[in-house]
Every structure is written in structure tokens, then in C-alpha cells.
């Protein structure tokens, strides 16, 4: 109705949308228009067009942090992070309900069908979803007018206007075809992939394969096992090197290529290692080309296979099948029947599940995080593992969370054999910096726009406790950060940040990456931790007295219900005020940062053997595929001789219904 105002939100400001976003402004005499992102001519152009409308009209860019964005005692960050999977898996839910799903099912696995198809809804809804939030978030405010989420029309830009209209906001589209494009562009992809998926295959020079399946490790952490580490389980498994097969490729997190060093280390223990594309591996390290590897996709039979489905999906499942057909054929070439692979939530690794099962092998895969929700969490609900060694049996009150996972086998926190060194690290750090001093470890997140983390919540952490050490000599911090310089990107910390280092009290490592959390936390009094931290559950496994420091506010969290304002605390001050008085009471008596109660609850051997217990459950898997075992039973025979060392609680099926912890 003319009069009322009016808000458009809409992800990007291109040409397509312009005439519709202009003929809706028209409905309103006050209209604002928010968008995340533009491009500069045709911010532009709308921007005219609104001046020169007749009405009071702001076109203007608003693409805030949801972490600090007020929503029902949280924030709209921690309600983004569960909306998204649970409306992805509603809308692709729907999807599959369609007669032709059925026709492609017989060339897919279902489970994995269903999860990468989740998977590619998440992204497509990813920032309409946060529109339909803000805008949620305005309508509900009080502050009257209409609300109008323009989004692509496209299949799953419908799906989600279903779901806006569920919660009151109204929906219009701009462009068309735009599932065509996707179909077009994903078919031409899909034929592409035969002939450059690995047409810069390499392996180290007098490759051999050994006796039997191989295992396949992905190169993603790196290798010294002082550090994180991809080769955690070798020491004490009992496999063979020679049937340790190294993959290399540049999704690793620093993008490097792998050093020659690197590919030597991986020759020394008898493994061998393969290059999936040049840029891999440092030029200096010699190699011998692979060729002939070609996949089989038969895309004209899968897409003739589903002929009716609409175009998105179909598209969709076609990119999964073309890259399964690849992976099993780079499993077939070089007679890899397992796989490990430590982070896996990624759709490439659902490809490869995918393949595994037609050869009859096994994915692994290791628990990297802590519980970071109560349900949803984000490392399993993507997971494309059979088996993930889990640190607990916490972990286990979310069974049924994950679709391909069938086993949980409790083998503890997976890097404890790098604890001695790390501890050596660490003491030599508080004898250079924490002599006689109250020391305190800090550890932050990964924060985002989206989100429930975000980068105004990192810098009044870190500002607080700076503020501290300023005032009070007797205080030294140790900064843990995520990757060198993390702290250094937040704005307005800077100057804090230079003032405290020139104290000599506030320590930061040069190359953080990769670091166990206990470098930090062996050498302090206690350690503190934005948010649910991980970090802050590996420095009390390894011995530490350690607290979250809550201030996204995960009010709902069983830690709550473990030691409020003991183990967990949600107002810094607070925080801040039980540390002095710990301190000041001699460190003794207090509960704050005491996980004794529950550390079998998260690991129950703390031991250095996490590696070793792992090792030797892939040894069982890959010696009864060996002798002629299918997946099903290498993984039953495995549970059986893993149950008779650990027990048969250490064996615990995915299948069944989330349980609160």
C-alpha cells in the first residue's frame, strides 16, 4: 500500500533485478533498498533510477556480522547456523520426492545422493537466508512497513520464498532460466572433467604399489607428527608403508605447494605419495607422469536416466555421479580400497564415499573439533565418512546426525602423541615470559559475517584481557591465534595490540598453524576460550584447567548444566573477576577451569595412543579387504577385534536418534 514503507532486500544489485526491484519501490512512498553485495554499474543505475522516482528512496549496502545481531536471548548468527542445514535438508527433501529420483538412484548410492544434494542447497540459499533472517529480524522489531526478499528464479530461490512466506516476508523474482544456465554449464563441466580431472597425475619416481589394497592418506595437515598431523595413526598401526599411498593436492589450508622435504620424508618411511596436479608439489621434486587415467561417467545415460527431474536437480546429481566415476577410477588404478581423510565435510569427499562403496572400500576420518552445538553439528551433519574416530563418548549423544557414518569408534583426542613436545614448547615459553606471573592462555574462533562469531566479539575478548595485562604487571598472556596475523585483521586492536607486546608479557607464535592448543596452555595457570572452544577441551584433556568464555551466548549447551561460572562463563567481566580471585586465592581450592569430573566423558584414555588405536582399526579394515572381505564385513571383523582390546562400548553405531548430551 502507497505510504507505508518499504524495505527490498537483495543479494546482489545486477542488471536482471533492477527493473523489478524499481516497479516494487514504486509501492511504497519511503523505500529502502539493502543489498550485500553490487556491481558498480548497476548499484549505479538503481541509485538513479530511485532518485529520480518521486519518492524518498536510500539505496544502501548492508552486510552486517549476525553475531551481533540481537534474536530470542541469542543472536541471528547462532539462529543462521541452525536454519541452514535443517532448511537445506527440507528443501531437498522436497526435491527428491519427484518420480524421476527414482531413475538415477539405481546409478548413485541414495545417502549420498541426499546429502550432496543438501550440501548444494545449503550454498545456493546461503546468503538468501541471511536476507530472509534481516529481514525477519526488521518485520519483527516494531518499526512497521513492509518487507519484500527479492531472490533469483530458480528452483531453489523458491524453495526458500515457501520458507519466507512461512515466517511472514513476502518474496518476488528477477531473471529467468537461470536453471538452464546451470544445467548447461554443469553438463559442458561434467564432460570437461574426463579429459582434466587428473591429466597431471604424478608419482614419486620407482613407484611400486605393495602387496594388497592400499590406503590412501590426503595430504591436508601435513606430516610432522610434533604438529597436527595427517599421519597421526602410522606409529605402531602395524601396516605396511608400502601400502600407504600419499595424495597431494592444493586444497590445503596454506595453499602451498608440498616441499621436497615433504615428499622425501613420505619415501623415507617406505609410503609412496601421488600428485594430482602439478601445482601440488614443489617443481624441485622429481616425478613420473601417470597417464591413461581416464574416467567412465556415461553422462548421456545418467542424464537420460532422469529425464523429467527438473534441471537444477538433475544438474546437481549429475556433478556427483561424474565426480564419483573419477575417483573410482583413480581407486582402481592404483588398488586403493581406504581411504583417510581428516577433514572431510567437503562435497568432493561425499564423490569419493561414493566411489569407495562401488569398490567395496572404506572411508576414515577423524574428529577435529568439539562439540560446537547440541545437535547440527557442522562436522558431522556434511561428514562423508563409513568409520570417524571420535575423542569420547561424548560425542556418541549425536547418533543419527550423520547419514553416511556408520561407526563411531572412540580412539581419543587423535594428536595426543604430539603432547610431550608440545609441552616442551610451552614450558620454555613460561620460563622466558611467565616466570613468577599469573599466566593465562587465550584462544579465539573463526569469525565470520555470518557467523555466531564475529569480529566485534574477538576484539572485545582480546581488548579485555589486554586491558588487564596493561594495568597489572603480574599478568602475562599467551595468544593462540588461528593463523599468524588473525589478530592483526581485526580493525581498531591494533594500537592494544603493539602496546601490550611492548610490555614483553604478551607472547603471540610466528606460525600458529598447526600448533596444539597446549603449546599455549601447558605454560599457563588456565587457558580461556571464545565461545564453545575447542581448543579449550584439548588443553583440559591434556591437563590443563581451562573455560569458555561464551559470549555468543550458546545458552542451551550441556556445559552449562557441568559448571556455570566454573567451567563455563557467559559475560567476560565476569570471567575476569573469578580469575582474579582464583588467582588471588592461591590457585588451590576453586573449581574454575576443573574438568576432572568429565574428562572420561571426552576422552577416556588420555594416553598419547590415540594414533595407535586408530592405526590399528584401519590395520583390521585393510587385512580382511585383503582377504576378499566385502566393506560390510572388513568393518564388522574390525569393530570385533578393536572390542576385544578397548571394549565393546568403544564401538559405537551411527544409526538411531540424536540424544541430548
Same mark, same amino acid.
Given at each position: 500500500?502507497?505510504?507505508?514503507?518499504?524495505?527490498?532486500?537483495?543479494?546482489?544489485?545486477?542488471?536482471?533485478?533492477?527493473?523489478?526491484?524499481?516497479?516494487? #519501490?514504486?509501492?511504497?512512498?519511503?523505500?529502502?533498498?539493502?543489498?550485500?553485495?553490487?556491481?558498480?554499474?548497476?548499484?549505479?543505475?538503481?541509485?538513479?533510477?530511485?532518485?529520480?522516482?518521486?519518492?524518498?528512496?536510500?539505496?544502501?549496502? #548492508?552486510?552486517?556480522?549476525?553475531?551481533?545481531?540481537?534474536?530470542?536471548?541469542?543472536?541471528?548468527?547462532?539462529?543462521?547456523?541452525?536454519?541452514?542445514?535443517?532448511?537445506?535438508?527440507?528443501?531437498a527433501a522436497g526435491m527428491r520426492r519427484s518420480g524421476p529420483y527414482a531413475g538415477i538412484i539405481g546409478m548413485l548410492p541414495s545417502e549420498n545422493l541426499d546429502l550432496f544434494t543438501e550440501m548444494k542447497v545449503s550454498e545456493e540459499i546461503f546468503y538468501g537466508l541471511k536476507l530472509m533472517l534481516m529481514a525477519g529480524s526488521e518485520q519483527s522489531s516494531g518499526k512497521g512497513g513492509r518487507n519484500i526478499l527479492f531472490l533469483r528464479s530458480s528452483k531453489t530461490g523458491k524453495a526458500l520464498a515457501c520458507a519466507a512466506a512461512k515466517r511472514g516476508i513476502s518474496a518476488r523474482f528477477y531473471g529467468c532460466l537461470f536453471d538452464l544456465r546451470f544445467f548447461v554449464v554443469t553438463v559442458l563441466k561434467c564432460a570437461a572433467k574426463g579429459l582434466t580431472f587428473f591429466k597431471d597425475l604424478s608419482v614419486n619416481e620407482g613407484f611400486a604399489a605393495g602387496q594388497g589394497p592400499l590406503v590412501a592418506v590426503h595430504y591436508a595437515e601435513g606430516l610432522d607428527t610434533r604438529k597436527r598431523s595427517d599421519i597421526f595413526w602410522i606409529k605402531g598401526s602395524g601396516i605396511d608403508p608400502a601400502r600407504i599411498l600419499v595424495y597431494i593436492d592444493t586444497s590445503k589450508s596454506s595453499k602451498a605447494p608440498v616441499e621436497k622435504s615433504d615428499c622425501g620424508y613420505i619415501r623415507g618411511l617406505g609410503a609412496s605419495w601421488v600428485s594430482l596436479?602439478?601445482?601440488?608439489?614443489?617443481?624441485?621434486?622429481?616425478?613420473?607422469?601417470?597417464?591413461?587415467?581416464?574416467?567412465?561417467?556415461?553422462?548421456?545415460?545418467?542424464?537420460?536416466?532422469?529425464?523429467?527431474?527438473?534441471?537444477?536437480?538433475l544438474a546437481t546429481a549429475l556433478s556427483l555421479y561424474t565426480e564419483a566415476a573419477a575417483w573410482e577410477a583413480f581407486y582402481r588404478k592404483f588398488n586403493i580400497k581406504a581411504v583417510i581423510d581428516i577433514g572431510a565435510q567437503t562435497s568432493s569427499g561425499i564423490a569419493q564415499n561414493a566411489a569407495l562403496k562401488r569398490l567395496g572400500g572404506v572411508k576414515f576420518g577423524a574428529q577435529r573439533s568439539s562439540l560446537s552445538f547440541d545437535y547440527c553439528l557442522p562436522f558431522l551433519v556434511y561428514n562423508s565418512n563409513d568409520v570417524f574416530f571420535i575423542w569420547g563418548e561424548l560425542t556418541s549423544t549425536h547418533r543419527g546426525t550423520s547419514s553416511l557414518i556408520k561407526e563411531f569408534v572412540v580412539s581419543g583426542y587423535p594428536f595426543d602423541n604430539a603432547f610431550s613436545h608440545a609441552k616442551i614448547e610451552s614450558k620454555e615459553l613460561a620460563k622466558n615470559h611467565g616466570q613468577g606471573k599469573f599466566t593465562i592462555a587465550l584462544f579465539d574462533n573463526v569469525y565470520s559475517k555470518e557467523l555466531h562469531y564475529s569480529a566485534v566479539m574477538i576484539k572485545e575478548f582480546y581488548g579485555k584481557f589486554l586491558d588487564w595485562l596493561l594495568k597489572d604487571e603480574g599478568i602475562v598472556v599467551i595468544a593462540k591465534e588461528k593463523k599468524a596475523g588473525y589478530l592483526d585483521r581485526i580493525g581498531g586492536l591494533g594500537p592494544k595490540l603493539r602496546e601490550a607486546a611492548a610490555t614483553g608479557r604478551f607472547v603471540r607464535f610466528e606460525d600458529p598453524l598447526g600448533k596444539l592448543p597446549v603449546t599455549a596452555s601447558e605454560g599457563a595457570d588456565i587457558s580461556v576460550g571464545v565461545g564453545i572452544s575447542s581448543a579449550v577441551i584439548e588443553a583440559a584433556i591434556a591437563g590443563g584447567r581451562a573455560v569458555h568464555c561464551d559470549i555468543a551466548?550458546?545458552?542451551?549447551?550441556?556445559?552449562?548444566?557441568?559448571?556455570?561460572?566454573?567451567?563455563?562463563?557467559?559475560?567476560?567481566?565476569?570471567?575476569?573477576?573469578?580469575?582474579?580471585?582464583?588467582?588471588?586465592?592461591?590457585?588451590?581450592?576453586?573449581?574454575?577451569?576443573?574438568?576432572?569430573?568429565?574428562?572420561?566423558?571426552?576422552?577416556?584414555?588420555?594416553?598419547?595412543?590415540?594414533?595407535?588405536?586408530?592405526?590399528?582399526?584401519?590395520?583390521?579394515?585393510?587385512?580382511?579387504?585383503?582377504?576378499?572381505? #566385502?566393506?560390510?564385513?572388513?568393518?564388522?571383523?574390525a569393530n570385533i577385534s578393536y572390542a576385544e582390546k578397548w571394549g565393546n562400548e568403544k564401538i559405537i553405531e551411527m544409526r538411531g536418534e540424536y540424544e541430548a548430551a
Open positions: 500500500m502507497a505510504g507505508k514503507g518499504l524495505t527490498i532486500w537483495i543479494e546482489e544489485v545486477c542488471l536482471s533485478c533492477i527493473t523489478g526491484v524499481f516497479v516494487s #519501490s514504486l509501492s511504497g512512498d519511503t523505500v529502502t533498498v539493502k543489498y550485500l553485495k553490487g556491481r558498480p554499474g548497476a548499484v549505479l543505475f538503481l541509485g538513479l533510477l530511485l532518485r529520480f522516482s518521486g519518492r524518498k528512496a536510500v539505496l544502501e549496502k #548492508s552486510d552486517p556480522y549476525l553475531g551481533d545481531m540481537p534474536c530470542d536471548g541469542s543472536t541471528l548468527g547462532m539462529k543462521f547456523q541452525f536454519d541452514l542445514p535443517e532448511l537445506s535438508k527440507e528443501i596436479n602439478d601445482a601440488a608439489i614443489s617443481r624441485e621434486v622429481p616425478r613420473t607422469r601417470i597417464g591413461g587415467l581416464r574416467p567412465k561417467a556415461g553422462i548421456w545415460k545418467f542424464i537420460a536416466a532422469g529425464s523429467g527431474a527438473d534441471l537444477w536437480y551466548g550458546h545458552g542451551f549447551h550441556p556445559y552449562y548444566k557441568w559448571g556455570k561460572d566454573e567451567l563455563i562463563f557467559d559475560d567476560i567481566d565476569r570471567l575476569i573477576t573469578a580469575l582474579k580471585g582464583y588467582r588471588d586465592s592461591g590457585k588451590g581450592s576453586s573449581d574454575i577451569g576443573n574438568w576432572s569430573r568429565y574428562l572420561d566423558r571426552m576422552d577416556p584414555y588420555r594416553d598419547g595412543q590415540a594414533g595407535k588405536r586408530a592405526g590399528n582399526y584401519i590395520r583390521f579394515v585393510l587385512d580382511a579387504l585383503g582377504n576378499g572381505d #566385502s566393506r560390510e564385513g572388513a568393518i564388522d571383523s
